[in-house]
């Protein structure tokens, strides 16, 4: 399995960017999407995640109402809606995927995900 992100770039404070991933090597069903991000010299945290079944999304508390993830089953790509970007969202934004269906508390927990994309370079500025 592969997934490549895109769409990073340098946007200014209070503007916006979508990212996407594009899965290709499996079939998806019940498996979640995710999106994790790594500050210069910190951990990668967890962003947002739905099940690719649509049914569910799961958002950190600080991209809540700004930020959105959503997925397009005959692209296989999941995309993250940026809006009313800060200079704290600067970081490398990376897609993940699960092998299997994750219950809600788990779609957060990055060792669940065992497919990573390469990650994409997201800049803000103030």
């Known amino acids: 399995v592969q997934l490549q992100a895109s769409g990073g770039g340098l946007v200014q404070a209070g503007g916006s960017l979508r990212l996407s991933c594009t899965i290709s090597g499996r079939t998806l069903n019940n498996n979640a999407v995710a999106w994790f991000r790594q500050a210069s010299g910190q951990d990668r945290h967890f962003v947002a995640a739905m099940r690719w079944s649509g049914s569910t999304t799961r958002y950190v508390d600080s991209v809540r109402g700004r930020f959105t993830i959503s997925r397009d089953r005959a692209k296989n790509t999941v995309y993250l809606q940026m809006n009313s970007m800060k200079p704290d969202d600067t970081a490398v934004y990376y897609c993940?995927?699960?092998?299997?269906?994750?219950?809600?508390?788990?779609?957060?927990?990055?060792?669940?995900?065992?497919?990573w994309g390469q990650g994409t370079q997201v800049t803000v500025s103030s």
């Open positions: 993940a995927l699960s092998e299997n269906s994750l219950i809600f508390s788990a779609l957060a927990d990055r060792s669940n995900y065992h497919s």
